[in-house]
């Protein structure tokens, strides 16, 4: 009881709180923890004679007491992330027809238009004031790691043959170079100083306006460029798919795009 007790407390509180008690760390301290104090006890008994059973319990408790806020703090985070990690509504892909298959995809692409059509009032402040440097001569720049950063280059790549503006008014940079595009650069994403190394090269000012793009609101490479472009006096914005992030929070005009299930 004095070994087993606390820690299956842990458990339960796993399992009401949904955090998957399955995670590695969880099994091995549930196992190696009475293990090494059941050994202890032994090896205490028989050579000092000393009984055990008092510190057995303080271990055990202090293990079970970290893995609870461990757990807890686990669950808070996962609870603030709505989107990139949140839960799969369509867990058996597998299973599904193909018609199945085109027919959730359609399902989720119109809860795109309604969340563009909520955030109108955050965009229309931030195009206001785009247009507004391009005629004073300012440029556009996005920056993103992954995937947002492929769109923001994309973008970029197609204003000028769409609309015929000049290569340079719209630029798109993404975290680890335009080698990235085509093949994961890895913990690039990461280095909060990357982006504004990247902005400098283009001469960014104080005319310019920088948009960070990041699904989950906080990758470090756009947060950095960001927080270095306001210090500098250059407009700053975002698009992201989380309320209330840190992308948001170091952006002069945040854009939170957030789908509704």
């Known amino acids: 009881g004095y070994t087993y007790g606390p820690l299956l407390g842990l458990y339960l509180f796993g399992m009401f709180t949904s955090v998957n008690v399955k995670d ?6 549930c196992v190696a923890a009475p293990i090494i104090t059941y050994l202890m006890s032994i090896y205490l008994k028989n050579s000092f004679n000393f ?3 008092f510190i057995s319990i303080a271990v055990n408790g202090s293990i079970t ?17 709505s989107t990139t990690e949140q839960a799969s509504y369509y867990d058996n892909l597998e299973h599904m027809s193909v018609l199945d298959l085109l ?32 005629k004073e001569g300012g440029r ?22 769409t609309y015929g503006v000049p290569d340079h008014w719209v630029i798109g940079l993404i975290a680890g170079g335009d080698g990235a595009l085509r093949k994961a650069v890895e913990h690039a994403e990461d280095d909060m100083e990357l982006a504004w190394k990247d902005l400098k090269k283009f001469n960014i000012n104080s005319k310019d306006v920088l948009v960070g793009i990041a699904a989950s609101g906080r990758t470090p490479y756009v947060i950095g460029g960001l927080m270095e472009a306001n210090k500098n006096g250059v407009l700053t914005g975002c698009v992201t798919c989380n309320l209330n992030s840190k992308v948001a929070e170091v952006s002069t005009y945040p854009i939170e795009l957030v789908l509704v299930s």
């Open 65 to 81: 007491i970290l893995g609870l806020i461990l757990i807890k703090k686990k669950a808070s985070t996962m609870s603030s992330k």
């Open 24 to 29: 590695k760390w969880v099994p091995v301290v």
């Open 140 to 161: 556009l720049f996005y920056i993103g790691a992954g995937t947002s950063g492929r769109l923001g280059v994309l973008d970029a790549s197609e204003c000028p043959p």
């Open 103 to 134: 027919t959730n995809m359609n399902k989720e692409d119109q809860k795109v238009a309604l969340a563009v059509e909520k955030s109108i009032p955050q965009i229309e402040p931030l195009v206001l004031e785009i247009v507004k440097r391009f």
């Open 51 to 53: 009984d055990f059973g």
